[in-house]
């Protein structure tokens, strides 16, 4: 079982490149959430999404965009890339329901921006 | 809008004492939880406290929420140079936005 799996690992883009990250879950989760790391500032909430087809805006969705085509994928885009946006980036899901909670989050995908 | 406050940030300790990390929130939840996270790895959930006056303990942490006080806390007992970590809190929006919102993180390091 694979759980949250991020592609790719690693990647170095140039000022104004665009490139998308893909987080991909196979535990049948209806939340999945974008979040960016950096040093001091613990997670921030990029965008989230609540099921297919619906999206929603975090704290920092500045300069991102997503999409939820299908339940199980969940793509960040970065459409012209910017040297702030250098940071690891971690996807997680989580199923709908009250008793349920934590999130499951990928290994992370860890961006420069040069 | 939800904001989460942890404190404190940083915190070295010798083995052996006990401490306590403070997980403060700005607006109304009762679904709250505590993650770990090793140098260069993913976040390993520790517990979920799912109501007012929760208690979760699980070896040398214990987590408790106090959802009138809007805080929860993250006690260490007798700490071990194994629980070196950085430490989030994350609360949840609930019903209103579905957001989880996380604190700033404590980086906690034990002396042997």
């Known amino acids: 079982n694979a759980g949250v799996t991020q592609t790719p690992k690693f990647r170095v883009l140039k000022t104004g490149q665009s490139m998308t990250l893909l987080c991909a879950q196979d535990m049948n989760h209806e939340y999945m959430y974008w979040y960016r790391q950096d040093p001091g500032m613990g997670l921030r909430l990029i965008h989230y999404s609540v099921g297919e087809g619906t999206t929603a805006k975090g704290e920092v969705p500045d300069g991102y965009n997503v999409s939820r085509l299908k339940k199980q994928n969940f793509l960040l885009g970065l459409e012209s890339a910017a040297p702030s946006q250098t940071s690891v980036y971690f996807c997680?899901?989580?199923?709908?329901?009250?008793?349920?909670?934590?999130?499951?989050f990928g290994e992370g995908s860890r961006l420069t921006v040069l | 809008e939800l904001k989460v406050e942890q404190n404190p940030l940083f915190l070295s300790m010798q083995e052996g004492k006990n401490y306590t990390i403070y997980c403060n929130y700005s607006?109304?939840?009762?679904?709250l939880y505590w993650y770990r996270q090793d140098p260069g790895k993913s976040l390993e959930s520790l517990f979920v406290l799912l109501s007012n006056g929760a208690v979760k303990q699980e070896g040398r942490l214990m987590a408790s929420l106090d959802t009138k006080a809007r805080l929860s806390t993250l006690h260490i007992t007798a700490a071990v140079h194994d629980l070196s970590a950085t430490y989030f809190c994350?609360?949840?929006?609930?019903?209103?936005?579905?957001?989880?919102?996380f604190g700033k993180g404590t980086r906690l390091h034990i002396l042997p």
């Open positions: 607006t109304t939840s009762d679904r």
């Open positions: 994350a609360v949840d929006g609930l019903d209103r936005d579905d957001k989880i919102i």
């Open positions: 997680a899901s989580r199923p709908r329901g009250r008793r349920f909670g934590e999130l499951f």
